[in-house]
T-cell receptor, first 117, second 112 residues
């Protein structure tokens, strides 16, 4: 069973460039989440998507960041005009159904480490 | 609650001893809690979860205790092994919410 797949695992970008991070959820999962982790900190929620819909983007920065989960293909987290402060690990997670409160476990990928130089 | 940019708390234990990792959560409305293990350079790995209608749940070598009165969660690891070395995070959520709120994390190191 393939888990949540993320690529690239490591990405280096110069300031001002664009970063695209991809995530394929676990088989049978239609809910995708993106989290960001700075060194020595816990994960911070960014956005929650279902196929073709953004459900909750309350954790997304207002500018330069966007996310999509098209009908076909992986979910994409896009960061435009990257700055050094964007350097972090970006984790994708998926679940089979909505509402973590009902006990639907969220499974995480291995992350994409973005370094902005 | 929300983590801050401080060095992670560290717990050092002898191999074979039991470990207890604690977590204070922030939202009294939270009704679902998860413990994750994160090794260096890897993603969070699910360990065990518990709902708010329970106060204890056991897995293989792990036990989670929930005290809603003081908003406290703990993870007990029995007979700690070198492979248990990692950072452990608690996370909380509440009914209808679509996101997890992670705690600060605790680094567990195992002494041989």
């Amino acid at each position: 069973n393939a888990g949540v797949m993320q690529n690239p695992r490591h990405l280096v970008r110069r300031r001002g460039q664009e970063a695209r991070l991809r995530c394929s959820p676990m088989k049978g999962h239609s809910h995708v989440y993106w989290y960001r982790q700075l060194p020595e900190e816990g994960l911070k929620f960014m956005v929650y998507l279902q196929k073709e819909n953004i459900i909750d983007e309350s954790g997304m920065p207002k500018e330069r960041f966007s996310a999509e989960f098209p009908k076909e293909g992986p979910s994409i987290l896009r960061i435009q005009q990257v700055v050094r402060g964007d350097s972090a690990a970006y984790f994708c997670a998926s679940s089979p159904r909505t509402s973590t409160g009902s006990g639907n476990t969220i499974y995480f990928g291995e992350g994409s480490w973005l370094t902005v130089v | 609650g929300e983590s801050v940019g401080l060095h992670l708390p560290t717990l050092s234990v002898q191999e074979g001893d039991n470990s207890i990792i604690n977590c204070a959560y922030s939202n009294s409305a939270s009704d679902y809690f998860i413990w994750y293990k994160q090794e260096s350079g890897k993603g969070p790995q699910f360990i065990i979860d518990i709902r708010s209608n329970m106060d204890k749940r056991q897995g293989q070598r792990v036990t989670v205790l929930l005290n809603k009165t003081v908003k406290h969660l703990s993870l007990q690891i029995a007979a700690t092994q070198p492979g248990d070395s990692a950072v452990y995070f608690c996370a909380e959520s509440f009914q209808g919410a679509q996101k997890l709120v992670f705690g600060q994390g605790t680094r567990l190191t195992i002494n041989p």
